[in-house]
């Protein structure tokens, strides 16, 4: 069995090419479309890696950490941030938030890739 | 009294004097209001045109203040709600573009993975191993057919030799019917012999009849295995000869199978290697086709990118409308300066990728702006 991956993102064509970019790979994920979508999808099942937007409605991607790490089932849960945002104090608000990664859009997939290798949980 | 007429004289003159003076102070003064009168209305005129010049002024402005507000409350409205359409429209069309992408990306994985099951390029294909199998077991089949028509030739040479022995059996059938005449010429001797000894030799007269009987037995049974010989070698003549007319046509037919067997694996070998052939150019294409597909999806980010930008122009054209509103004239008020500046700062808080920079402060040029940058990626 693949380990999952959750992606996080309001736009459903680049949830798209995430998911298509991680089963090409082998791995299994689940979608969200917000935050707040994601904690709800999130009832205990093992997630191996989290990737997850910023500028999100109902729930923004920073937000959406911070409560993941406050989940006893999730925070440990690595989380790489995936977004258009590339300044430096978002980036930090990302760190401080808890994110292990920050990749600025658009991506490519192999460079994902490597990151979600070099992250995921065993 | 002349005084008095004096005095009143003198005063009749001042009063006359005083009179005059006063009439003409009067005449002044009344002149003087007069032309004041004249100077004032002429001032009020001159004001009256001014304020109407004023009033014919403030008309347009009123208008483009009216104008101003229009495009606030009209056109802003529609700017927004158009923008926000073709954001809209672009990410429903982009998702179901993606949508489509992935199902052929799925589909061509489908594909390849049953084009890779009946070929691959180490040449192990199912296909090529059934056909290896096939071949193997039809030569055995064929091996075994062989073999047993050798078995078959070991056979009728055994058989063939029996003949021999029926020239021997024959020759000592002959024999028998010899020694018959032999025994029979005995016998005849004998018993001339017995009748020349009279009553003595009655006996053996007896004896030598029943040995003239058995030598004449003998030579019948010399005859009949004769004739039983004779028949045995004709029918294991004719079965030997028709055991071997059948193990020609055997050979024949069989060189004619195993001919058919390997055209037939020729055939079905050369069908099976286009095939591979064909099936592994066919999973090239389609892995090639996966790889485009793949990277046309990865191309469809611009849309993300794209809808951030207009939501952040949508958003600020919104804040106009509002400032439009804020500062809009009362009865009692003009209207107050538009804030462009805090517009501008708001709009530059929403950007989210440093492109919307450059663009905003004249950084980017064309070739930037049509230019997707490359993914940056931090480890914390």
């Avoid at chain 2, 102070?25 to 009168?37: E, G, H, K, N, P």
């Avoid at chain 2, 794209?306 to 949508?314: D, G, K, T």
Wanted: aromatic share 4%.
């Amino acid at each position: 069995m693949g380990k999952t991956i959750m992606i996080v993102d309001d736009s459903a064509s680049l949830r798209q090419v995430v998911a298509i970019t991680l089963k090409g790979a082998g791995y299994d994920t689940i979608e969200a479309c917000d935050g707040q979508d994601a904690i709800n999808k999130m009832t205990g099942q093992k997630i191996h890696l989290i990737i997850s937007d910023v500028n999100m409605p109902n729930m923004d991607g920073i937000t959406f950490v911070k409560n993941v790490k406050q989940m006893a089932n999730y925070k440990f849960t690595p989380i790489i941030m995936l977004t258009t945002e590339s300044q430096d104090s978002k980036k930090k608000e990302g760190q401080a938030a808890g994110a292990k990664a920050w990749v600025v859009k658009p991506f490519q997939p192999q460079q994902v890739l490597d990151a979600v290798s070099k992250l995921i949980l065993p | 009294m002349a005084g008095a007429a004096t005095i009143i004289a003198i005063g009749n003159a001042s009063l006359a004097a005083l009179l005059m003076a006063t009439v003409a102070a009067l005449m002044v003064v009344v002149t003087a209001a007069l032309t004041s009168r004249r100077c004032l209305y002429e001032q009020q005129q001159a004001v009256q045109q001014q304020s109407a010049r004023i009033a014919e002024q403030q008309h347009p402005l009123h208008d483009y203040v009216a104008s101003v507000e229009a495009l606030g409350d009209k056109l802003v409205p529609v700017w927004v709600s158009q923008i926000e359409s073709s954001r809209s429209q672009m990410e429903s069309e982009i998702t179901n573009l993606s949508n489509r992408f992935s199902g052929i990306v799925e589909r061509l994985g489908v594909s390849i993975n049953t084009v890779s099951s009946t070929s691959d390029s180490s040449g192990k294909s199912p296909l090529m191993e059934m056909l290896g199998e096939s071949e193997r077991d039809l030569t055995a089949v064929t091996r075994s057919l062989r073999d047993i028509s050798i078995e078959k030739e070991k056979m009728l040479e055994g058989i063939t030799a029996l003949l021999k022995f029926t020239d021997r059996l024959k020759q000592m059938a002959a024999d028998v019917a010899g020694i018959a005449d032999q025994t029979n010429m005995l016998a005849l001797n004998a018993a001339i012999e017995a009748a020349r000894a009279g009553e003595a030799g009655r006996g053996f007269a007896v004896v030598a009849d029943e040995v003239r009987k058995l030598s004449m037995m003998s030579k019948e049974t010399g005859s009949r295995i004769t004739e039983t010989v004779e028949t045995i070698g004709k029918a294991i003549f004719n079965t030997v000869d028709a055991a071997q007319q059948a193990a020609v046509k055997e050979q024949t037919t069989l060189t004619g199978a195993e001919e058919s067997i390997q055209n037939v694996l020729d055939g079905f070998r050369q069908s099976s290697t286009d095939l591979v052939e064909s099936s592994d150019r066919l999973r090239h294409e389609n892995e090639a086709i996966q790889i485009d597909v793949t990277e046309s999806l990865v191309s469809l980010q611009f849309q993300d990118r794209v809808s951030q930008m207009l939501s952040h122009v949508r958003d600020n054209i919104q804040s106009l409308h509002d400032e439009i509103a804020k500062s809009s004239a009362t009865s009692d008020t003009l209207p107050a300066p538009l804030n462009t500046q805090t517009l501008l700062a708001n709009l530059e808080s929403s950007y989210a990728m440093e492109h919307e920079w450059n663009v905003h402060t004249g950084k980017g040029n064309k070739e930037s702006a049509a230019k997707t940058p490359a993914a940056e990626i931090t480890f914390f």
